[in-house]
Nanobody, 122 residues
Framework: QVRVEESGGGSVRPGDSLRLSCTIF??????MAWFREAPGKDREFVAARRRDGHLYYRDSVKGRFTVSRDSAKTTVYLQMNNLEPEGAAIYYC??????????????????WGQGTRVTVSP
């Protein structure tokens, strides 16, 4: 079973920043993405960095969130700046070999982290 480790969640105030990290212990190079799930809501796509380097973002986080990858390509980061209360959720890292048209679709990924909680409140 492939191990996925996430870290970096926490409790912040609106306007603050957080950086989430995710490492997938899998030898095959993966497309990697972040999803989030707020209480009472469905899991939604946040950002992705595909194997070819293309980046994808949810419209509401463009300009504030940045997804990046380390040189070894096993760890992906989500830098979240100017967090808003609407950003409070459990954030999940996902990995897989995903066709382009399903980059934003959670069902396209088969490796998942345990989730890390982000709380945004005054």
């Amino acid at each position: 079973q492939v191990r996925v480790e996430e870290s970096g969640g926490g409790s912040v105030r609106p306007g603050d920043s957080l950086r989430l990290s995710c490492t997938i212990f899998e030898r095959t190079f993966q497309d990697m993405a972040w999803f989030r799930e707020a209480p009472g809501k469905d899991r939604e796509f946040v950002a992705a960095r595909r194997r070819d380097g293309h980046l994808y973002y949810r419209d509401s986080v463009k300009g504030r969130f940045t997804v990046s990858r380390d040189s070894a390509k096993t760890t992906v980061y989500l830098q979240m700046n100017n967090l808003e209360p609407e950003g409070a959720a459990i954030y999940y890292c996902a990995g897989g070999v995903v066709i382009v048209s399903r980059t934003r679709d959670a069902s396209g990924y088969y490796y998942w982290g345990q989730g890390t909680r982000v709380t945004v409140s005054p």
